[in-house]
């Protein structure tokens, strides 16, 4: 498996509040991606990384930020969380052939 | 704007049996990858097979197998052999070869199989 982790993998907030996820990769790929899963949407992909600093918005992106300080490290940040955000959000690394994935962070806003 | 459909939001097979899930896709790009993933109950996405665009041969990958219609732009997944362990939601996948290559999905398929 490759080395991408999610945190937290559970999480419940309130509307208002902001939220912070991390994903974390140990494999040193230059790419990595932030996608929201709801039912009957598929994963749809919110912002993506192509370097240390360098990020662009995906097709949802309303609502989101995201940095990244270091190669190995995505943060997603919800500044004002809404119920609307509720959802499964996975990380991914890879390249053009192959893109793993971590095992997602579900997040409940209330 | 890339898309992808899945028409079939649910399936059943009986266990052993085949089982076809069907994908259409819409690009203006003649390179590209198309992806087969597998969502089990664990949330965990895996990878099923992996079609190059520029191959003219279907990919296999043991009991899963692929009709790649490029004209048509269709991409539909074999399951030969169905087993327990197969029941999963399939989601299909299209993903650029350049740049960022992030990947856009179909809306999913649920698969059950019957014992």
Same mark, same amino acid.
């Given at each position: 498996d490759a080395g991408i982790t999610q945190s937290p993998r559970h999480k419940v907030t309130e509307t208002g509040t902001p939220v912070t996820l991390r994903c974390h990769q140990t494999e040193n790929? /230059?790419?990595m991606y932030w996608y929201r899963q709801d039912p009957g949407h598929g994963l749809r992909l919110i912002h993506y990384s192509y370097g240390v600093k360098d990020t662009d918005k995906g097709e949802v992106s309303d609502g989101y930020s995201v940095s990244r300080s270091k190669t190995e490290d995505f943060l997603l940040t919800l500044e004002s969380a +809404?119920?609307?955000? +509720?959802?499964?959000y996975f990380c991914a690394i890879g390249t053009p052939r192959e893109q793993y994935f971590?095992?997602? =962070? /579900?997040? =409940?806003?209330? | 704007?890339? +898309?992808? +459909?899945?028409?079939?939001p649910e399936m059943s097979v009986q266990e052993a049996e085949t089982v076809t899930?069907?994908?259409?896709?819409?690009?203006s790009e003649s390179d590209y990858y198309l992806f087969w993933y597998k969502q089990p109950p664990s949330r965990q996405m895996i990878l099923v097979i992996r079609q190059e665009a520029y191959k003219q041969q279907n990919a296999t990958e043991n009991r899963f197998s692929v009709n790649f219609q490029k004209a048509a732009k269709s991409f539909s997944l074999k399951i030969s052999d169905s087993q327990l362990g197969d029941a999963a939601m399939y989601f299909c996948a299209y993903s650029w070869t350049q740049g960022a290559q992030k990947l856009v999905f179909g809306q999913g398929t649920r698969l059950t199989i019957n014992p």
């Open positions: 790929h /230059r790419y +809404t119920s609307s955000q +509720t959802s499964v971590g095992p997602g =962070t /579900r997040l =409940t806003v209330t | 704007a890339q +898309t992808v +459909t899945q028409s079939q899930l069907s994908c259409t896709y819409d690009t």
